[in-house]
């Protein structure tokens, strides 16, 4: 017996997907909410290329090197760039950024904080603001 | 979420909806002038990695497969080919620099930020973007390695796992005995009917010197076997992870994955792991040509050298690393019959070795697992990088790569 199926396992793992649907809808929730995120920031319901590489570079363009790329969904190198080695619950990615260097990480992170974190929100207009 | 090769496969960041850091153009590398470390961008990955330096006369620790990111392994851990003389990758970072949730960015080595440097060794996906490291480097020394790829028929299974287990005994792996990998898998040219048991020996150094630890495997009868002496950069074609070998490709499917990690093989186990692959072959076909399953071991002398306390990798009394790998088409209607086999294997591998607690390889977790079993299932461990968390990334942001805090 000790080798057969577990089959409380498997309702685990659906339990575990559940569980992740569960915490970005009340994530969701939460934000929708609200409260104490500045007026300029909105939420938004899941929709790919919502945030569009048009809106990375007005917002940030101007503050990273000129090497990095920005590429969005309609970009025709955005499957590639995304492209993994198992498609097994793969994140969702809506815009990739590729810093050309190094301290353009932190300036993405700075501009974005929660978009690089998995968050659903929007910046509407960026105002070089660190959001916590 | 930070991304560079793209070899991470964890359900954890499933739930992940935002931007993309892509790092591929952080791929620089720079020799220190002394020729003792190096400095490598969080782009650099594996085959670069050791081309560059091999070709300035260095190597370094790095994963085994050509593809994957030299960083990204290295904080999960980081197993490799070179770890019996130097340690697994983690073991060789000398500092990092890393882009905290709140956009700072801080350098970390054993005298800054100290605590978070032991838990980067080993859990470091946890706690920010590593932008670049530096990393001990050591001069080139085998300029040959010999290799030795067996195929054997399932009958002898009882022979090869007995030799195995005098080669490693103990976890007493000859130094220079870099890799030995064993995969159970159809391949219809030798048998319709039954998986092979293909079996990858890599040795850092001559024929001449490995032969010795060869007369036990050459002496069980092979379907196929082929040798032969590389230069270490040309080792990984012939041991089927170079960058254009199948293992090492994104063809848009899904890799269903479980692991565990052994001290020693249990012959009933892995002949009763064999026989349930053989009713699958008569069962059902297709689930069985895309099922691998994997046989990992190394070399491990530098590894048992460092104090585990010392980093946040937690399993350096496993010596043998285990994957099952099913390889399915998106939306595939094997899949519930896959993860079936998955598990069933991976628990065949624990309920083989009473008395421990199932460990999963951080860089191998399908993310179902928990961090008792990424981590370490001991207290201390958990409490320490509970803390970590709440000192450098307060709100959680990284906890898409099998989360320390959920």
Redesign the interface.
């Known amino acids: 017996m000790?080798?057969?199926?577990?089959w409380s396992?498997?309702k685990?793992?659906k339990r575990?997907?559940f569980n992740?649907?569960v915490?970005?809808a009340l994530t969701f929730l939460i934000l929708m909410a609200g409260s104490g995120f500045p007026s300029h920031i909105r939420t938004f319901s899941?929709t790919p290329g919502r945030?569009s590489s048009a809106q990375?570079q007005r917002e940030l363009g101007s503050r990273l090197s000129n090497?990095?790329?920005i590429?969005g969904p309609t970009t025709s190198n955005f499957v590639d760039?995304?492209?993994?080695?198992?498609?097994?619950?793969?994140?969702?990615?809506?815009?990739?950024?590729?810093?050309?260097?190094?301290?353009d990480?932190?300036?993405?992170?700075?501009a974005?904080?929660?978009?690089?974190?998995?968050?659903?929100v929007e910046l509407t207009s960026f105002q070089g603001q660190?959001l916590? | 979420?930070?991304?560079n090769r793209?070899?991470?496969?964890?359900?954890?960041?499933?739930?992940?909806?935002?931007?993309?850091?892509?790092?591929?153009?952080?791929n620089s590398i720079m020799i220190q002038l002394d020729g003792k470390s190096a400095w490598f961008?969080?782009g650099t990955y594996t085959g670069q990695v050791a081309n560059y330096l091999w070709d300035r006369g260095f190597i370094t620790t790095t994963a085994s497969a050509q593809c994957v990111s030299l960083l990204g392994t290295g904080l999960g851990g980081g197993y490799g080919d070179q770890q019996g003389a130097y340690g697994m990758v983690s073991d060789n970072f000398l500092q990092l620099?890393v882009?905290l949730?709140?956009?700072?960015?801080i350098c970390v080595n054993s005298t800054s930020h100290e605590d978070l440097f032991w838990g980067l060794k080993g859990a470091g996906h946890n706690f920010g973007?590593v932008?670049?490291a530096e990393m001990n480097i050591y001069p080139r020394e085998a300029e040959f390695w010999y290799y030795h790829n067996y195929i054997w028929r399932g009958d002898k299974l009882v022979d090869i796992f007995n030799a195995i287990n005098k080669l490693t005994a103990d976890g007493s792996v000859p130094l220079n005995m870099a890799v030995n990998y064993g995969t159970f898998m159809m391949n219809t040219t030798i048998s319709t009917e039954e998986p092979i048991i293909l079996w990858t020996f890599l040795y850092s150094g001559p024929a001449e010197e490995a032969r010795p630890y060869f007369v036990d495997f050459d002496a069980i009868e092979s379907a196929w076997d082929d040798s032969g002496e590389l230069s270490y950069v040309d080792i990984p074609s012939a041991r089927f992870n170079s960058v254009n070998d199948p293992l090492?490709q994104?063809a848009?499917?899904?890799?269903?994955?479980t692991t565990a990690g052994l001290q020693v093989y249990n012959l009933t186990t892995e002949q009763?792991i064999w026989n349930r692959f053989k009713e699958r072959v008569a069962s059902n076909p297709d689930l069985a040509a895309s099922a691998f399953i994997v046989h990992e071991g190394y070399s491990n002398q530098a590894v048992l050298e460092h104090n585990p306390d010392d980093s946040a990798y937690p399993f350096r009394d496993d010596y043998h690393l285990m994957m099952f790998q099913g390889i399915l088409e998106?939306n595939s209607i094997l899949k519930?019959e896959m993860?079936?086999w998955a598990?069933?294997v991976k628990?065949?591998w624990n309920?083989g070795q009473p008395g421990r607690f199932p460990d999963s390889y951080v860089n191998y977790a399908n993310?179902?697992e928990g961090p008792e079993e990424w981590y370490g299932n001991v207290p201390w461990r958990l409490e320490r990088l509970r803390g970590l968390k709440a000192k450098y990334d307060p709100?959680n942001?990284?906890?898409?790569f099998n989360p320390i805090v959920d």
Not at chain 2, 397 to 400: L, Y
């Open positions: 000790a080798y057969s199926w577990n396992r498997r685990n793992i575990g997907v992740a649907l915490f970005c899941i945030l990375v090497t990095t790329t590429i760039a995304i492209a993994r080695w198992s498609d097994f619950g793969r994140p969702k990615v809506q815009v990739v950024i590729a810093p050309g260097n190094e301290a990480v932190s300036t993405i992170v700075c974005f904080p929660t978009l690089t974190y998995g968050i659903l660190i916590r | 979420m930070a991304y793209g070899y991470a496969f964890t359900n954890t960041f499933g739930s992940f909806n935002g931007i993309q850091i892509n790092l591929v153009n952080l961008g969080g620099n882009v949730a709140d956009g700072s960015t973007i932008t670049s090492c994104k848009g499917v899904d890799k269903l994955v009763e998106p519930d993860w079936e598990w069933e628990d065949m309920a993310g179902f709100n942001r990284f906890r898409f």
